[in-house]
C-alpha cells in the first residue's frame, strides 16, 4: 500500500499546484462516488443510459474512487496500511459475530 501511495504523490508532487485542500477534495470524492453510482445504476439497476453517453466502467469510476482517496489520505499524512490494519482488527474482532459465516450454514 505505501509504494501506491508513493507513486500517486510522486504524480502529484509533479505539479505546482499539488494537493487540493481537503474541503476540495472531500467535494471531489463525492463527486467521484456520484460518478460510480451512476456507472452502477446503469449497469445493475433500471436506467440506461443516454445513447450520446460515453462508455466508462465500474473498474474506471472505482479507480477514481481509490486515487482520490490516497490523494486525501497522503494530504493528511495518513498511511493506508496502518488505517486498513486498523479496520480490519476492528472487522475481526468487534464485528466479528455480526454476520452469519459461510461455514456455520452448512
Known sequence: MQEIQQ????????FKEGYFSPLAM????TEEVGELAREI????????????????????????VFFIVLCFANSLGIDMQEAFDRIMHKFNTRDKDRWTRIEETE
Open 41 to 64: 445504476n446503469h449497469f445493475y439497476g433500471e436506467k440506461p443510459k443516454k445513447t450520446d453517453e460515453g462508455e466508462k466502467t465500474v473498474e474506471e469510476e472505482l479507480g477514481d
Open 26 to 29: 472531500m467535494a471531489r470524492m
Open 7 to 14: 507513486e500517486v504523490d510522486q504524480y502529484i508532487s509533479q
